[in-house]
């Protein structure tokens, strides 16, 4: 069990970010610690706290003494950290004159990220050689990479994954999900800053034979804002070249950022099972397109991330006066359907999601136009898309 006080989760008051698997990483931690006050003695408060250190092996350790009773919002008390580097610190409280000391809470790990400028050195965003078009809604982009690693490796200390993208990401290393953030990097404005995340990959990546594949949607960086506003399709307000940014940055130091791709609609999709693991053919895949450095600042997210929370099963599934099937959630919320289904070879399946209803069919006027055709699939999985209500048609 943790020993009271323990040290809170580091955060940064400009940037924090956290991982699927692993430590939190900051340019500029901010510490806190906390407890409960039940442990120790009645009207038990902290007046001064002491922060230990430790920068590595053969660093001594160091001893930060805080003469205040704040419990938050602790500066960061040791040197600037480097990027990628990582400390670990543990926290002890004291109590009023009279009251007795905690004892050293469990060690907590800080990892910075990619701080200066030049780390991002020779990594260069990529997108499809093929005409997307600048009117038109942007298809999927697959982009993936083989890659071995020296097979007399002993031992993969870690692995990290940096990564942003011209649109919306979802990143997987050996078939396996790299990320639990949902619409990742997030709604940003694309011409001042531009988010990068940064994961914990040491578990996916073995020694020998490995792939990493990125899967890339138009988002708000290419996909249309705001509807239609006096005959006006606000597409493409950044830009209409989708791709992605990735450095996979192992210890001992190696580095990957070319990347292959190949541009297939979704009802192909059930093709591409396997399609980011080293087993997957991929001759017939195309090259990519190097695209002009960004000229945004590349800055770790200054909020929580959009993460899945939990899975709901519909609570009506009927058909509409029209004869179409609208599967109700009974309530409104932001999410991404999955669905499985089975017919005819060929048959046409569209979704479309709504808040409410209205005599007996969805009420369609606020989402507009936010029909997904769908074809040739059994499992449908709308990564990019979020819904509340949808109505499913078939079809010829």
Same mark, same amino acid.
């Given at each position: ?130 005409? *997307? ?34 649109? *919306? ?210 499992? *449908? ?16």
């Amino acid at each position: 069990m943790t020993t009271w006080p323990s040290v809170a989760e580091p955060r940064s008051l400009k940037s924090h970010l956290s991982t699927t698997k692993g430590p939190w990483r900051l340019p500029k931690p901010v510490l806190a610690y906390h407890g409960d006050l039940n442990v120790m003695q009645k009207n038990w408060k902290p007046s001064a706290c002491n922060i230990q250190m430790s920068r590595g092996a053969g660093i001594e350790l160091r001893i930060h003494s805080f003469n205040t009773s704040q419990s938050r919002y602790l500066a960061w008390p040791g040197d600037t950290l480097e990027s990628k580097e990582e400390t670990c610190v543990r926290v002890r409280a004291h109590g009023l004159t009279y009251q007795p000391s905690t004892d050293w809470s469990d060690w907590v790990t800080v990892e910075t990220g990619l701080i200066q400028p030049k780390d991002w050195q020779r990594v260069l965003s990529i997108a499809s050689r093929q005409n *997307l078009g600048k009117g038109k809604p942007k298809s999927l982009l697959y982009l993936r990479k083989n890659f071995d690693l020296n097979t007399k490796l002993t031992h993969i200390q870690k692995a990290r994954l940096y990564i942003t993208a011209l649109g *919306l990401y979802g990143a997987e290393i050996n078939g396996e999900r790299v990320e639990d953030h949902v619409l990742a990097p997030g709604f940003q404005f694309f011409k001042h800053l531009h988010v990068y995340d940064t994961y914990d990959a040491t578990e996916p990546v073995s020694r020998g034979r490995n792939a990493i594949g990125i899967l890339v949607s138009q988002g708000w960086y290419a996909g249309r804002l705001f509807g239609h506003i006096e005959k006006r399709d606000f597409r493409n307000l950044y830009g209409f070249r989708i791709g992605a940014m990735c450095l996979l940055k192992l210890w001992p130091a190696v580095r990957f950022t070319d990347l292959q791709r190949r541009d297939l609609r979704l009802r192909k999709e059930s093709v591409m099972t396997g399609w980011s693991t080293a087993s997957f053919y991929n001759g017939d895949w195309l090259s990519v397109e190097e695209l002009p450095p960004l000229t945004a600042a590349l800055v770790l997210s200054d909020g929580p991330p959009v993460r899945k929370l939990k899975e709901l099963q519909p609570k009506e599934i009927f058909q509409s006066v029209s004869g179409k099937v609208i599967v109700d959630f009974g309530h409104n919320f932001a999410g991404c359907a999955r669905i499985t289904v089975s017919g005819p070879s060929g048959t046409d399946i569209i979704l479309r999601n709504a808040e409410v209803l209205e005599n007996g069919e969805i009420e369609t006027k606020p989402p507009r136009t936010t029909d997904v055709p769908a074809r040739k699939f059994e499992n *449908l999985d709308l990564h990019f898309t979020a819904s509340a209500m949808l109505r499913l048609t078939t079809g010829p």
